[in-house]
Structure formats: structure tokens, C-alpha cells
Nanobody, 114 residues
């Protein structure tokens, strides 16, 4: 069992920035961030492997950056140029690289509004 503890999130104006962080109780996982807006399905925002290979949703490319610190088992999501459509609950995710068993954080609200 892997525990994921998120921090960050909150209310920001359009064009602003936020940083989300997630601390994992284990190591070696594929880490990612998903989001779920009201009435919509949960979707991948970005992911990063233990070797640093990244993947982004088209809607956030060029605005969001995912990074990880393997020495601390943490992953971060730097979100710039935020738009109202980025408003959602953001979930930290960890996938075991072999079994692909999936773990989730508790979620953190991001609201982009003037």
C-alpha cells in the first residue's frame, strides 16, 4: 500500500500560477496528476516515470510542468498561465511499474476565477 499526501491548490486568478506537491510513502512508481471537474470524468494531466520521462495532456502543454525528486519520493506540478477551465479537483497518482496497481491521493481543489 502506498500513501500519497498532497499539498498546494487553492484559488487563483486567471493567468496566475499554483504549485501542487505530493509525497509518496514508497519509491519507484510512475507518478502523475489527474483532475476531475464537476460533471466530467477524471483525466490525466501529466505523468513522469522514475527516469524522468514525462507525458502531458494537450490542454496543459507549455503551461504545466511535472517534476519529481526521487530522493524524497515527491512529485510536483507547476501550473502557470492558469485558465478557468483548469478548475478541478487534482489528484496525485502512483502506478506500480510492473503490476500497474494504482494508488490515489485524497485530492486538492484548484479554482481559477476572477
Amino acid at each position: 500500500q502506498v500513501q500519497l499526501v498532497e499539498s498546494g491548490g487553492g484559488l487563483v486568478q486567471p493567468g496566475g500560477s499554483l504549485r501542487l506537491s505530493c509525497a509518496a510513502s514508497g519509491s519507484g512508481f510512475i507518478m502523475g496528476w489527474y483532475r476531475q471537474a464537476p460533471g466530467k470524468q477524471r483525466e490525466l494531466v501529466a505523468s513522469i516515470t522514475s527516469t524522468g520521462r514525462t507525458n502531458y495532456a494537450d490542454s496543459v502543454k507549455g503551461r504545466f510542468t511535472i517534476s519529481r525528486d526521487n530522493t524524497k519520493n515527491t512529485v510536483a506540478l507547476q501550473m502557470n498561465s492558469l485558465k478557468p477551465e483548469d478548475t478541478a479537483v487534482y489528484y496525485c497518482n502512483a502506478d506500480h511499474p510492473i503490476s500497474m496497481r494504482r494508488f490515489w491521493g485524497q485530492g486538492t481543489q484548484v479554482t481559477v476565477s476572477s
